[in-house]
Nanobody, 125 residues
Framework: QVQVVESGGGLVQAGASLRLSCSVS????????MGWFRQAPGKEREFLAA????????EYADSVKGRFIISRDNNKNTAALQMNNLKPEDTAVYYC??????????????????WGQGTQVTVSS
């Protein structure tokens, strides 16, 4: 089966940038649509960004549009989330997810079959 592992989280100050990476194994990476989600204490899992497996088309949640950028490298079997101008409200556990059935996974977490264990991002003010 597919294994997904996130890395790159940490503690940063407001306004800083951070880049999260997602390593995928067990399946041809280019066959997977990828997405990033996050979950803060007391809140539901929140969609952040998605990227297709066909042409790299992407979409973003309004809360991160203009600040976050999703990308993928099919030769290295990795996806990334570049996060700029981080805010305290961005503090959460960040998850990478993969959808093996659709060209575009979209914003619904139920579309994604494989999930990483998450990486903590904490933004101080």
């Amino acid at each position: 089966q597919v294994q997904v592992v996130e890395s790159g989280g940490g503690l940063v100050q407001a306004g800083a940038s951070l880049r999260l990476s997602c390593s995928v194994s067990g399946r041809t990476f280019r066959s997977l649509a990828m997405g990033w989600f996050r979950q803060a204490p007391g809140k539901e899992r929140e969609f952040l960004a998605a990227i297709s497996r066909q042409d790299g088309s992407s979409e973003y949640a309004d809360s991160v549009k203009g600040r976050f950028i999703i990308s993928r490298d099919n030769n290295k079997n990795t996806a990334a989330l570049q996060m700029n101008n981080l805010k305290p409200e961005d503090t959460a556990v960040y998850y990478c997810a993969a959808d093996p059935w659709r060209i575009y996974g979209g914003s619904d977490p139920s579309n994604y079959n494989y999930w990483g264990q998450g990486t903590q991002v904490t933004v101080s003010s």
